[in-house]
């Protein structure tokens, strides 16, 4: 999961606090993508998945596929610009 944000979305990593946030920056804005414990490790259960879909306005089948590159990052950005958008 690390490497999705990190490697595929060029997310940056913050370690430093109480959980491990992702953080992208987009048009000169920081966003904040994803969220773990330091406790996680290997499979996320459907609850975790859910919260981190929900954080790039993704459904879980759709963030699933992004994980796994069957939705490419332009895919994914564009869905969550139009969703993140529609939801203000």
């Known amino acids: 999961m690390e490497r999705a944000f990190t490697n595929k ?6 370690s430093s606090g109480h959980h491990i946030f992702f953080y992208l920056r987009y ?3 920081e966003y904040t993508v994803g969220k773990l ?18 954080k790039l306005h993704l459904t879980k089948c759709e963030f699933e596929q992004w994980v796994e590159c069957a939705l490419s990052n332009d895919e994914m ?4 610009i139009r969703r993140r958008e529609q939801a203000k």
């Open 37 to 54: 414990s330091h406790s996680w490790r290997g499979a996320l259960n459907d609850t975790q998945l859910g919260m981190l879909a929900r």
């Open 27 to 29: 048009e000169d804005r």
């Open 77 to 80: 950005i564009g869905l969550w």
């Open 9 to 14: 979305l060029g997310a940056l990593k913050d």
